[in-house]
């Protein structure tokens, strides 16, 4: 399967490498595969067209329970030390302080951590810097042709490439649309330094339907204030040029009672927008080959679990799957269906996509069904509110505790979903 028509003749005789596992991708799912892999003595490719990660907005914030994961696969303290922690959460509903949570959580910007990731590499693993212009999979082996004639053979091909879809296409993997156009995120600094914005992190929840609006998250990544907002709607709305053009303004009209406290929103950069579908993938059970992270499925980043898909995928393959696969000989469908078929990773895609689905209706459907759990979830959360006033009352130190009072963190089909900030309305 070609991808590359412009292959260029190489100049010098092209190399052959020989490999247990090949990876193409090296962004977050490449990368980490990659070096658990490789620390546990397995012989690995890794192959992506660039040496540094491109610029991009991407996740910028993350949790406890990815922390775990980070720490199981050994990348705990390369985490810690490519990242801002966070313990005093903020939640604001109502144009007033809901909740105040301790709970971890770390922000980074995308491509350092991608880049200090590919940083902990060990040298048995390097980065090959290439393009993937043929590749061929099937039971037993595995072939990549990079666009300057070098080959890498190997028994068990992983596909890490993102949203890219050469490399899928040319395989012949088929990405299914199941929600087109499904949110928007917008990523922005503000110009308040965090000395003089106070809190660690600030989560905002707008107050109308209308307005299309997860919630919008403020914190601290290393020495600049920056905020991810996270709205229903598409990139041709006339709102989000409006935006792009004055953010500021529209902030101030959203969320006036937070306004002081962000220095009336001055904004210190352009407002990156990004537009997510949610979508799967179809053909994928097939001989010698896998598909991970965002090559195999992509859920809505005000979920925040697209991280923890990744890990999780990173996770049952080094520590279950890719061991038992390459003690016996061959690699034909039925052994990678085992990881498609594992019920750890089908319960995080499925938490991921369900929590989508669900966090965008509960904002933004208007049918009676929706209204009346809104009700619900609204009437339960003033009725915390009230109860801590009265506590506070006669208890003036205990500001911003949990009441207990129950919510509506169910889909349709009675599933428990995350608690996450990302429930919306
Ligand atoms: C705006 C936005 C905000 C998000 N926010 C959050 C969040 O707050 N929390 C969270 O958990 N998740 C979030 N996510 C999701 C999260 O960023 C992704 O799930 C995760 O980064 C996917 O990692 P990946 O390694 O699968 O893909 P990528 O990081 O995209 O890596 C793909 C790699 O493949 C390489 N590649 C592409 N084509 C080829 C090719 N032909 N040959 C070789 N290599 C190739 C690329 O160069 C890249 O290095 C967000 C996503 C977006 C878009």
Redesign the pocket.
Known sequence: MS?AEDRETPAVPASRTEVEVAI????????VLAITLANAGRKIAL????RI??NE??????RAE?MRLFEKLGLGPVFRSLVTPMTDLHVFRFGQLFERKQAWEYAFS?TPL?NGLRAALPPQAPLTV???AEVSTGPDRQRLVLTDGSVIEARLLVV?????E??RRAIGVERIEESKAHSL?M?FDFAISPQEFGLQSLTFYARRVVDRIAFLTIFRIGERMRA?MFVYRTVADPWVRAFRENPQKILLELMPEIAARCGNFAIASEV?V?Q?SLTTTQGHRRDGVVF????FA??C?AQ???????LTDVDRLSSTHIPAWLATPGMAADKICAFYDDPIKIAADERAMRASVYARRITTETGLEWRLRRLRNNTARHLMIFARRFREAGKPSDAGGATGVAFDHTDKAGQELPAGPGLGT
């Open positions: 991808i193409v991708g090296a962004g977050l799912a490449g990368t192959v992506d067209p660039h990660h491109h907005f991407r996740a910028e914030k993350t990815q995308y991608v290439g393009k993937v890490a490439t993102g949203y890219s050469a490399v995120s990523g991810n990156d990004r997510v991970i992270g965002d090559a992509t859920t980043p925040g679990d697209g991280i923890h898909r990744v």
